[in-house]
């Protein structure tokens, strides 16, 4: 087929994510390799978002690609019940690098199932029934997660799950809770007290938070919240749930988003950079105690491909390199490049109101005045964006342009070469929004 039938079939016979079908323009993809993707006629792509932010180690990676082919002639599939030798070695190798005291795990699909499986454990577990999330939050696409999601993409799938509780983050959209981290901090963690109160503590059995608030703004936590925040459970008996979706598996610069802070969550939740997205699987990962209450317990959940030996072999190989091949210090290391070109972009654009990055988790937010204005509104688009976004694409470089701001979020392979040539990519695009900036 050419690059014409397979998008009109494409758009044809299947249904396209948070899109109307008659409105979705695919991109067409042949194939990827490291940070790079092409579509059929050949043209370069710089993928600067890992796709969904989940490409950690690269496309086509020869180790897991052949330990996916080894699987294949070893085992497929088998029913979950079932005790394997991947099973074995990968539980025993998250256990192994997942900090004290979450040695436990529950294979999912993806990352919304980790966290609609966290809810039911979270509940089993403490005997309660509320779950307290963020506004400025996204957790998953099931009927569950939809309801602990914070943003726009929640409002269509209402009403849901009942007994969800949503506060604001520490740093909303339209208003501060502070001007310095300290301010905002203990602001945030008054208010997130209040509101237990008024609730009732003995009814709330879990508190979900990204760790590093994903797309709704790549929002590193500031200064003492999370420590805050685990304070605030413990003294309620309220356990505390990391969303690392987006955030694990070397994309900050360290394994998990939660250890920049010298805090453990009683539940983490993880997909994407599990298995960089080579095949679908997330898992939750749980305390000894509530390891520990359903080895004495019954834990109503299942799913068919429950610890499915293929995403296993993937997540295995996908593990060693990520870890064998430096790429979480590589993220690390190349923070400051991504921050020094952003903070240059924003010394020559007007239209650039910030740029934040957390290893290579990384946004930048557009303005149309100097007031900071957003170029867009919330939940919305405008010319100026669509007109960047199309440059972007004409230029090769792919990325999320989402409402006022754009992703930067290469893969953990990333060269500092390769780094500044997308941020030069940006640079000449940001032009165009700087023709909107009303000075």
Same mark, same amino acid.
């Not at 249904?15 to 067409?28: D, E, F, H, I, R």
């Not at 991504?338 to 937010?365: C, T």
């Given at each position: ?190 208010? !997130? ?22 797309? @709704? ?24 749930? *990391? ?30 950079? !599990? ?26 959940? &299942? ?8 995403? !296993? ?66 939940? &919305? ?26 992703? *930067? @979020?290469?893969?953990? *392979? ?26």
């Amino acid at each position: 087929m050419n690059t014409e039938e397979i998008v009109q079939l494409c758009k044809a016979h299947t249904m396209y994510t948070w899109a109307k079908g008659s409105a979705v323009s695919p991109l067409p993809i042949e194939r990827a390799e490291g940070i790079y993707f092409w579509t059929p006629d050949g043209k370069r792509y710089i993928d600067f978002n890992s796709q969904l932010m989940s490409v950690n180690i690269g496309h086509g990676h020869p180790k897991v690609r052949e330990a996916i082919k080894r699987q294949v002639d070893e085992l497929i599939f088998v029913m979950p019940g079932s005790a394997t030798p991947v099973r074995a070695r990968l539980g025993k190798m998250l256990a192994d690098i997942v900090p004290d005291p979450i040695n436990t795990f529950f294979f999912t699909l993806g990352g919304a199932e980790a966290n609609e499986n966290a809810i039911r454990a979270a509940r089993m577990y403490t005997g309660r029934s509320k779950i307290i999330s963020r506004y400025r939050s996204y957790h998953g696409a099931t009927n569950a997660t939809m309801q602990l999601t914070g943003d726009p993409r929640r409002w269509a799938n209402e009403p849901g799950l009942p007994g969800v509780i949503r506060v604001m983050d520490p740093v909303p959209y339209n208003f501060s809770f502070g001007d310095d981290d300290a301010s905002r901090t203990a602001a945030n963690l008054t208010y !997130l007290e209040e509101v237990i109160n008024y609730e009732n503590p003995n009814d709330i059995a879990a508190i979900f938070v990204e760790t590093v608030t994903g797309t @709704n703004g790549i929002l590193a936590p500031p200064d003492g919240y999370l420590q805050g925040l685990r304070a605030l459970c413990d003294k309620y008996g309220i356990l505390l749930v *990391c969303d690392e979706v987006m955030a694990g598996f070397g994309r900050t610069g360290k394994l998990f988003a939660f250890q920049h802070y010298g805090i453990v969550p009683d539940i983490v939740t993880m997909a994407k950079g !599990l298995t960089s997205s080579y095949l679908p699987l997330g898992a939750m990962g749980v305390s000894d105690a509530i390891a520990k209450h359903f080895q004495d317990n019954v834990f109503y959940g &299942g799913l068919t491909y429950n610890s499915h030996p293929m995403l !296993l072999a993937a997540a295995e190989a996908n593990l060693q390199v990520l870890l064998e091949e430096g790429m979480i210090e590589n993220a690390a290391r190349l923070e400051s490049v991504a921050r020094s070109e952003m903070d240059r972009l924003k010394a020559k654009h007007p239209s650039v109101k910030e740029g934040r990055a957390i290893g290579l988790f990384g946004m930048m937010d557009l303005r149309k005045n100097a007031a900071g204005e957003p170029m867009a509104p919330y939940n &919305g688009t405008s010319p100026a964006m669509e007109e960047l976004k199309k440059a972007f694409n004409e230029r090769g470089l792919f990325t999320f342009v989402r409402w006022h701001s754009f992703m *930067c @979020n290469p893969p953990l *392979c990333i060269t500092e070469e390769q780094l500044r040539e997308a941020y030069a990519i940006i640079d000449d695009c940001l032009d165009i929004t700087d023709r909107y900036f009303e000075a």
